[in-house]
Structures are given as C-alpha cells and as structure tokens.
C-alpha cells in the first residue's frame, strides 16, 4: 500500500502511490496508473491533474462519480477523500502529481493554486474538452514530459514554468467549460450537487439535513425531495454514506481504537458509534477491521 502519513484519515503522498523511496518527492508526469492506494477511498497530500486520449475510468469524489474519457480531465487536490474504479486496463494519457511545495522551491515562490477553481472542494472536478482544447494541452503536456525524463539543466524552473502555464491555460478553458455546462443544469441538479459538497467537507459537525437546508436557504423537506429526485437516495442517506466512508477509511488504514475512530468522528460514544456501524453494514467495527485486505470498503 505504501507509506502512510499519520492523520485523521490515510493521507498518501507521492511516493507512496509511485512506490518510490523519496517521500520528498514534490512533481511527476507520467502514464495514468493506478495501484492499490488509488483505488480505496483515500486522502492525498498532492494535487492531481489527469487526461485521458485513451480508456476510461470512474472518479468518486464529494460524493460524486465521474467516469473521465478520452478527451476529458480530472482533478483532485489535498485533502479531499476521493478514489478511482472500474477502468480500462489500457489508459493513455497524462497523470501529473505535484506539491505545493513544488512551487516553493527556487524563486518561484509565487503561485497561489487555491485561486484556481478546478482544485476548490466545491468545484466541478471533471471537463470534457473539445478537439482543439485538447491538442493545445497534449501539446503542453509531451513538452513536460520530454523536459521531465531528459533532466536537463535547471530543470526544476522549467518545469515550474511548465506547470503555471498549464494551469492558466486549464483555468482560462475551465471556465469556459463550467459556465456553459452550468447554464445548462437544472436548478434542482446545482442544488443537489452543492449539498452533496457540503456534506463531504462538513459531515463532521452537520449531522442533520436541516442543518444543510438552512445553509442553503431551503426547508429540508424540499432539500430531500430534490436530493432523492435527482440521487435517488434521500439527503440523510448521504449523510450517512459519507460518516460510514470516513469510518471504513479509518478502520482498514490506521492504527486508532474504535473509541478514537468514534470520537473522530464525533459520535456521544463508542457504544453509539458500534450501533450505528453494525445497522448500515450488518459488522461490529471490529469485525469490518478484521477483514482487512478483504475489499471491505466499497
């Protein structure tokens, strides 16, 4: 599986996924891969920008999936609980994983990627681009990749400069992308997909629909209704899928007790926490956790 990084949830670096002996490895292009680590619900410590010119795969996060194609992106960045399913065997394209301490390095110090939408939770983490969108980033990106193997001198900068333009040239088409999808998505669908985000970041602490419904300006009742019209699963059902994700994450992939999992995740008690684990999964805590290896967590 890799390194793990001690936290609340796994966090996994880059070394870990590309099973590589330096855990201070701050930038990678390569192939598309995708090992064990990847393919669990799991936190990552990096960002991730993919694309795809051949295969497919699905992306889970915010409690959204995404099935990302030939011609389309995917982005992911620190800390968000996300992971990759049922894909092609032969993907091509581009996986580029970076730090924000890649940019920190040298006198490039300058680049604030939280400004870029692709990377905010809230955000959309998918676009589809159209034939000449595409061209000008493989373009970009073969460029990165020869400047990357080839090492050549002050590689670093360049690759630094590489990356920044990339990611204009990515939040220039990006905008465009989203607010012409957005104008197209229905009032009902935005409404549901914000709360499907809120619960992902939130679900800690909100433990109710009305407590979402009056962040949002709505009654619950109407939240739930355009949630499960739109899902197909009620608002607290995802409020629950989201806790039992955390809860399997944390029971499969660190070292707390059950106690410490319960009070992570803010339950009165272990005992509480043990009966509402077992009613969702038909296991004790303990049990899921003694299943390890088992592919348990789905």
Not at 8 to 18: E, F, G, K, M, V
Not at 179 to 198: F, G, H, V, W
Not at 274 to 284: E, L, Q, S, V, Y
Request: hydrophobic share 35%.
């Amino acid at each position: 599986m890799g390194k793990r990084i001690d936290n609340s949830t796994p966090n996994y670096d880059i070394s870990s996924i590309l099973e590589l002996g330096d855990s201070h490895k701050d930038f990678h292009i390569g192939e598309p891969a995708f090992g064990a680590a990847l393919i669990t619900p799991h936190r990552s410590t990096y960002y991730c920008i993919l694309f795809l010119t051949k295969g497919s795969i699905h992306h889970v996060t915010n409690l959204q999936d995404d099935l990302i194609e030939s011609g389309s992106m995917a982005f992911t960045s620190p800390g968000m609980i996300n992971w990759w399913h049922s894909g092609d065997n032969k993907l091509e394209g581009y996986s580029i994983l970076f730090t924000r301490d890649f940019f920190r390095q040298g006198a490039n110090d300058i680049v604030d990627l939280s400004r870029f939408p692709f990377f905010q939770w809230d955000a959309q983490h998918k676009i589809e681009l159209n034939y000449n969108q595409q061209q000008e980033i493989q373009s970009l990106l073969k460029r990165m990749k020869k400047e990357y193997d080839e090492k050549r001198l002050k590689n670093h900068s360049v690759l630094q400069s590489y990356l920044n333009i990339l990611l204009i040239e990515l939040e220039r088409q990006y905008t465009d992308v989203v607010s012409t999808q957005s104008i197209d998505l229905p009032k009902s669908t935005r409404l549901a997909n914000e709360y499907k985000c809120m619960v992902s970041n939130q679900f800690k602490h909100k433990k109710s629909v009305k407590e979402y419904a009056d962040v949002l300006n709505v009654t619950a009742n109407h939240l739930n209704d355009t949630v499960k019209s739109v899902t197909g699963q009620t608002a607290g059902s995802l409020i629950q899928e989201m806790i039992l994700l955390e809860a399997k994450i944390q029971l499969h992939q660190t070292e707390y007790t059950i106690a410490q999992i319960s009070y992570n995740l803010n339950f009165k008690d272990p005992s509480y926490f043990g009966r509402f684990f077992r009613k969702h999964t038909g296991m004790t805590p303990q049990q899921f956790r003694s299943a390890k290896g088992e592919g348990a967590i789905s």
